[in-house]
């Protein structure tokens, strides 16, 4: 499979197919060819979305080529793992939420883990010096969904500049990062530009800003379609034809 940039790697799935539709059909106007489809579980539920071929079929049917990803939000580092064996396998991306700092170390040396994201208190909190070195040394993104930042209420300059913080770790340390829209409404998505922008505001070069939606979320989704394919037998071997 032939799958190529621009991402928008974090679009929520919805009920309402028609609706959803036109969300699909905004992305691919403002220029994006990769789509993944979010759908979110609590660890200790960890629920598989069921209608998850009938989404795919919806972003095919426009030239999108389109994935599948699981939002797990998680208190529990137990809970977490059981998740993790369970749906693993079942989806393209794997992402978590971590809601205690425990969780949050975890998830930045666990590598079933795809990419990890805060809301704002989360990053407060959790995203420090620590995380960023976890994260960098084993290969998990972080991802920074628009939404969930940039339309906090009373957003000031003090969160402006421990974004900017936020942004001095990764850069440091080299941690893969990702920006996506989050969206679930046509007023929610956004541009290319307008996602790398947000970045490169907060301080990234405008090259790092780049690979935020192309290199970093596409060497995911190709790591992971390798460990699906039939050359792959387990970390580090593969079958040679």
Known sequence: MEIRPPIDFYVKAIEDSNKFMKILKTLSKLGFRIVVIAYNTLDRECIFPKDSINILKL????GLTTF?????SSNSKGD???CLRKIRARVDVVSVE????DVARFSGRDRRIDTVFFDYNGLVNFYDESQAKLMSQNGIALE???KHLWYVSKFNYKMFFFLKRVMYYTLKFK???IVSSASSEIVDVKSPSQLTSLLEVLGLPEDYAKMAITSYPLAIL????HKKSRKHVQRGVDVIS
């Open 68 to 72: 599948i990803r699981i939002n797990i």
């Open 144 to 146: 920074i969904p628009f």
């Open 175 to 177: 941690v893969p990062l």
């Open 80 to 82: 977490l793992k059981k």
């Open 222 to 225: 190709k790591r992971n379609l």
């Open 59 to 62: 972003g095919g049917s426009i």
């Open 98 to 101: 971590p809601k205690t700092l």
